[in-house]
Nanobody, 124 residues
Framework: QVQLVESGGGLVQAGGSLRLSCAAS????????MGWFRQAPGKEREFVAA????????YLADSVKGLFTISRDNAKKTVYLQMNSLKPEDTAVYYC?????????????????WGQGTQVTVSS
């Protein structure tokens, strides 16, 4: 099993940047695909980005390509989401998740482990 704890959320003005972190516990972190999802009030949970076990392959939602970057440090058991040029529509609770298997899936039901989420609010 793996436990996930997100951090780094907060309030930022439009055009600003934030870096989210997700710290994992467990000895097999490097064997998991890691993903980031977000959920705005009244909306379904939405895929943002995923990264394979080695960090050599990433997959991003079209809406954040060129703006967000996902990376991981297996030695630190941490995955990151660098978010640049933030917009008010990026406001949501951001969740970190883990799964085994392919990294190229956007379905949150394919992920087995979830963090508690961190709030990101972008003001206009």
């Amino acid at each position: 099993q793996v436990q996930l704890v997100e951090s780094g959320g907060g309030l930022v003005q439009a055009g600003g940047s934030l870096r989210l972190s997700c710290a994992a516990s467990g000895r097999t972190f490097s064997s998991y695909v890691m993903g980031w999802f977000r959920q705005a009030p009244g909306k379904e949970r939405e895929f943002v980005a995923a990264i394979n076990w080695s960090g050599g392959n990433t997959y991003l939602a079209d809406s954040v390509k060129g703006l967000f970057t996902i990376s991981r440090d297996n030695a630190k058991k941490t995955v990151y989401l660098q978010m640049n040029s933030l917009k008010p529509e990026d406001t949501a609770v951001y969740y970190c998740a883990a799964r085994r298997g392919t990294y190229r899936t956007e379905d949150p039901r394919e992920y087995n482990y979830w963090g508690q989420g961190t709030q990101v609010t972008v003001s206009s």
